[in-house]
């Protein structure tokens, strides 16, 4: 049967260097003596490849710098929920084949597992001024949520609005708060918890870093893909449902949980990157 594709939507990569890599390290090359992007650019010089430093991972290729690039994917069922899930992702790289090259064999670049916290397509210069989960908001911003057994009770005292997530009710909150703002408002939360029950309410603090920025934008995607904007160019930030993860994912590389990154020749002569994520199988259990 053919593989039926859905658009995620696009990425530009103005520095002619596209990367694919794991949303929770994006951040930490830097910290392993060289920035992703000087990686990345000698990684695609001869076509692309796979660069890895302790668990930091990612693969790098050239790509057109003048136009979007087009971003696709195909699904499978989640042995989850059963829910669509990404089986094969693919970006146009709007770049013709090399015609020393066989078109009908793809190229392997290398495998990469499924961060439990998302994959990012960008821009590798783009990618340098990435802001992880623990970095500051270039916004001063942050959205405080709450949620768990006392909810509706910290609702009729403090208020706050429903905040749908990936189209079911999501917990109670507050979007765009001021940094000092949102830090009062969780510790008056916090503390007529403690007051009144000691426990059953959870409370969070989400500063608007890059990392929470592509989670929020995906909110509303069935596939939870979000496009946000990195340093001048439009990045997509694709976060795996958790269930769907543990099931499917769990133990990333460490436990063999890796899967192939090609190129491919498309049917106009151009070169497609594809990542390649086997549908589920119950006998892989056995």
Sequence with gaps: MPETFVDL???TAP?????LGMALWIDYWPELGR???ERARTVAAPGGGHFQEQECEAVAVPAADDRPLRVRACTSPSPFDEEPTIAALEVSLHLPWPETADPSVPVRLGDLPVDRCGMVIGDASGLDVWTGMDGEPADGLADVFYWGRYADDAHAQFGGERIAQYGVEGPHGWLDLPLAEAAARAAELTAWRDREYGRGLLVSIDKHTDDHRFRQAGWQHPLHVGAIEVGGCQVLGIEWDQGDHS??????????QVYPVTLHADRDGGTVLRWTIPPYDVDDDE
Aim: hydrophobic share 35%; charged share 15%.
């Design 9 to 11: 939507g696009s990425v």
């Design 15 to 19: 520095s002619g260097v596209l990367v």
């Design 35 to 37: 920035p992703l992007s």
């Design 247 to 256: 099931i499917r994912h769990h133990g990333e590389r460490g436990a063999g």
